[in-house]
């Protein structure tokens, strides 16, 4: 044998034993390149052609990849775990020589070199056990980790189709096997997943952004089937998304006044804090925060509200059918859920306004375990008081401030944590008459828990805090100050079970309540006014409540819930015993009763049942029927048509009960083009026990017997709803109009407690007509216009109709209460939004936004007041004369540049 055929067959020896090698021998073949900052695809491909070995992956899962160790000397194992395990992505090696890449929870089939992944459900063990499985989980926001509500989810390969809830949780019963599921959600790039269903499980999935630069997208509108296909009525939902196309109103987003565009939900007017639903009075509403309630609602009287837009993630307002899990307030309850902060990366928002600034940022402490929120805001708006047409708040000054903060934790994949907390500071004083200085503080610690797939665990403990002062400084009397408050405390605990057809949420909660009544002191060293401080009040609230969400069948559903709730005022106190058969006054005081340190004082206890059925005409229609019954053991005490600062609150006693009240509501859904247009239609009727009415005359403040200023009144409410809704496209909004009564009577025997002879009368909020029309119009991806335009009835009022002298003195003789009306109030509103860059790449991207509050200057009507003047030719020589008052009777510019980073 000649050398060159032993040459021959020593290479073809060498050559084959080097493509005989296993992939198990090949990843501990030593590398003689320095990898280290490339990226790992271009390793794999250099490895491939190095030596005989075929990986098999899905690029969109190591694109982003860089090896962070890959120096010569390391093995190709070595650097594939080093490389792939901060990405949760792990190596198998199959057949010899190849090798796959797959992420955790994945699996695989390979056939003919070729290898199709597939998302594994459930348990591997148990494959094929159950021929239908329950699948479950939650849609996110891949950008911020904020749940999707509405997120449509398709089995395609089965034609079977559900939609996320509030929560952004979702279950499908599919069969065993492989599908392809698809979840879309409004605005966002569809993701399409190859699973394998094994057994029942949970499978959580993320969606991000479309890209900004597309100039076209094709998305789904599924998401508007929630009009249709949920149980409840007269629940407005607003999530991340509707905020930001919220109309833009003295500079921001502002989403009470925005909700004061809905059916249903009004506003005593122009600087008027709070908000009326259904014929409710403004303190009927329970606000919460992240499950803390907020008892300031608004700053300046109303004119900006205290929720920085910036910090929200979604909001829910129930008009209709509360759920079992809430109750203390009789109106509505309104759901405020903070932005779950970015775990990856440092971003916010900075915008300065004439009006007022705000600042906004949050990031990660500690990246995906770690992350905070934090928001500020204030105001410079005295210029806004010097255009408006009353002279003596030309002649006020005005401030304000708020705080935000929160923290949340990932404690493990299964447990989070979050501690969050706002003060807010106003301070306005008004001409050379009176000072008001009001804050607001709330926190709280929220625990959210996954026991199992089926079963999940929320708890939240908070305190809420509201102080006020009002100074009275005017000439004519001494100077003094009146202090009054509210502190709370809440535990709340719910237990959720997710079942194929059920959704049971059970728990309770205790709420403790700390009253300060009022507090006079002298307003400086030089008065000469009296001090006196009121008894102080607590009161303890527990509940217990239990509610499923039942899915009859494919057209029926069932919504039942059950809140039992008991109450008492705690001792120390003394209370006053009233003689049977006698009005209550100063007169009918027959003992008095003195009360030890934390001894119950009056229990209150009852049920509220809560009931909703709705019935699927087909696909785009359904109607729904909705009742409940609910308690509120807290009054505020006000004799003004909106909340002020000087009003109090007053806990249910021997003498004071609380409200009761009762509201069934029908209505009709149906959605057009493709779920893109939403309509409803909406009837209610409701009545309310022992709401308090005030005697004429009555005296409130620092009165230690207020119930002898006070009558129980019975009220009632009806109405009809009408909505179309675009939420769309680029012309969004909604046009509302809501036809409705609310009247309030008194029944006794005395009649010093018995207001307009014991007739039916219209309450502070009763206003017939109601129109709202809200525009949001995205003309170009720069420019955006927006508009809103109300218009509603006139308030009632009480005028005086006659003056006679007696004995050299002037009386003045008022009408009924509420007899007359206000003119009715109508005002236009409009904004310009210009975005500035729009590239995703920059930094920093700026937008100006340019809005007019009342553009054609209307001077609406807030009050009509009669009252003593000098007798001069300007006033027809008159001792008494009829004012009206308009807060603001002038267009209010305003001008903000927003800047994002």
């Known amino acids: 044998m000649n050398t060159k055929l032993l040459l021959f067959l020593a290479l073809l020896f060498g050559l084959t034993s080097i493509f005989n090698l296993s992939a198990q ?17 271009e390793f794999l491909l250099v490895a491939e052609h190095d030596y005989p070995v075929h990986f098999f992956y899905k690029k969109e ?23 792939l395990a901060p990405h949760q992505l792990s190596f198998l090696v199959i057949q010899e020589q190849n090798i796959i890449l797959i992420p955790e929870g994945y699996t695989y089939f390979m056939n003919d070199q070729k290898v199709e992944f597939y998302r594994v459900v459930g348990n591997p063990m148990e494959k094929g056990k159950y021929s239908l499985n329950k699948v479950e989980g939650h849609v996110y926001f891949g950008k911020t980790g904020e749940p999707l509500p509405g997120a449509v989810i398709l089995d395609k390969k089965h034609h079977l189709q559900t939609t996320s809830d509030l929560k952004g949780y979702y279950n499908l019963n599919l069969p065993s096997g492989v599908t392809k599921l698809q979840f ?20 959580d999935v993320e969606l991000m952004e479309l890209p900004i630069e597309l100039e076209s997208v094709t998305v789904t509108a599924d ?19 509707n905020i930001n196309k919220l109309p833009v109103l003295m500079g921001e987003a502002d989403i009470i006044k925005s909700m004061t565009l809905l059916p249903g939900v009004q506003t005593a007017g122009e600087m008027a804090a709070g908000f009326n639903v259904r014929g409710g009075n403004t303190d009927q509403n329970l606000i919460l925060i992240n499950d803390a309630p907020i008892y300031g609602t608004s700053h300046l009287f109303g004119m900006f509200s205290t929720l920085i837009p910036g910090a929200i993630n979604s909001v829910n307002l129930h008009k ?26 440092i971003k916010g928002k900075a915008g300065i306004g004439i009006l007022n600034s705000t600042f906004f940022v949050e990031g990660p402490i500690w990246k995906n375990r770690v992350s905070f929120l934090l928001g500020a805001r204030t105001t410079y708006s005295n210029w806004i008081l010097k255009k408006v047409p009353d002279l003596d708040i030309r002649k006020s000054k005005a401030s304000f401030y708020d705080l935000i903060g929160k923290v949340d934790v990932k404690l493990n994949s299964n447990n989070t944590l979050s501690v969050f907390g706002y003060g807010s500071r106003d301070l306005f ?48 009397y001494p100077a003094y100050l009146i202090k009054s408050g509210i502190e709370q405390l809440n535990l709340r605990t719910e237990w959720n079970l997710h079942l194929p ?56 559903s069932l919504f039942g819930g059950l809140r039992y709730s008991w109450y008492s005022k705690i001792g120390e106190a003394k209370t006053y015993v009233y003689e049977d058969g006698k009005p209550i006054n100063d007169n009918t005081v027959v003992d008095t009763i003195e009360f030890s340190e934390n001894e119950f004082i009056k229990p209150y206890q009852g049920l509220e049942p809560r009931f909703g059925l709705k019935f699927g005409i087909d696909e785009t229609s359904s109607l729904k029927l909705g009742y409940h019954i609910t308690r509120q053991y807290q009054h505020l005490i006000s004799n003004t048509a909106a909340s002020t600062p000087a009003d109090y609150w007053k806990s249910a006693d021997q003498n004071i009960k609380p409200i009761l009240n009762q509201q069934v509501s029908l209505g009709y859904f149906k959605n057009f083009m493709g779920n893109i247009i939403e309509t409803s239609v909406e009837g209610y009727y409701k009545t309310s026990d022992h709401v308090l009415e005030y005697k004429n005359g009555a005296v409130l403040n620092m009165n230690p017997t207020i119930e002898r200023d006070l009558i129980d009144g019975v009220s009632k409410s009806y109405g009809l709803e009408f909505m179309v809704r675009k939420s769309m496209g680029g012309l969004t909004g909604w046009l509302s109009y809501t036809l409705s009564k609310s009247l309030i009577k008194t029944e006794s025997a005395f009649q010093e407690e018995v207001i307009n002879q014991g007739r039916y009368y219209p309450t502070y909020t009763d206003r017939m007509h109601d129109l709202s029309v809200s525009v949001n119009y995205q003309l170009t991806r720069r420019w955006t216009f927006g508009s809103n335009f109300i218009l509603t009835s006139g308030r009632p009022v009480t005028l005086p109709e006659k003056k006679y002298t007696i004995h050299q003195v002037e009386v003045v003789e008022f009408s009924d209460r509420n007899e007359y009306r206000l003119p009715a109030y109508h005002r236009l509103d409009l904004s310009v939004t210009y975005e500035g860059f729009l590239n995703k790449t920059k930094k920093v991207h700026p937008s100006f936004t340019f809005s007019v509050y009342n553009l054609y200057g209307h001077k609406n009507i807030y009050s009509v007041y009669y009252k003593q003047d000098k007798p001069t030719s300007s006033n027809n020589y008159q001792r008494f004369a009829l004012y009206q008052l308009s807060i603001i009777g002038v267009p209010i510019p305003s001008l903000t540049i927003n800047l994002s980073f």
């Open 25 to 41: 021998e090949i990843l501990h073949s030593k590398l003689n390149q320095d990898f280290t900052g490339k990226p790992l695809l």
């Open 61 to 83: 899962w190591i694109q982003r990849v860089v090896i962070t160790s890959g120096k010569v000397g390391l093995s190709i194992r070595d650097i594939l775990e080093a490389a």
């Open 184 to 203: 879309s959600f409004m605005g966002l790039e569809t993701l399409e997943l190859d699973v394998e269903v094994m057994s029942p499980g949970k499978m």
């Open 223 to 241: 998401g508007g089937r929630n009009n249709v296909e949920r149980t409840q009525m007269g629940l407005v939902h607003l999530d991340i998304r």
């Open 320 to 345: 209709g059918t509360q759920p079992a899990n809430y109750g203390s307030r009789v109106a509505s309850v309104m759901e405020i859920k903070l932005k779950n902060p970015d775990t990856t990366k």
């Open 429 to 476: 004083t008004y001409s050379s008459k009176n000072d008001y200085v009001y804050s607001s503080f709330i926190g709280g610690i929220n625990h959210n828990g996954i026991v199992n797939p089926m079963f999940s665990v929320h708890t939240s403990a908070s305190y809420s805090s509201y102080k006020n002062e009002v100074g009275y400084f005017e000439v004519t």
């Open 501 to 556: 057809k059920n959704e049971i949420v059970t728990g309770f909660e205790g709420i403790g309540y700390f009253i300060e009544p009022g507090e006079q002191e002298k307003y400086n060293e030089d008065s000469e006014a009296l001090t006196a401080i009121l008894e102080k009040e607590k009161a303890l609230e527990l509940a217990a409540f239990v509610q499923d969400n039942f899915k009859i069948s494919d057209r029926w």
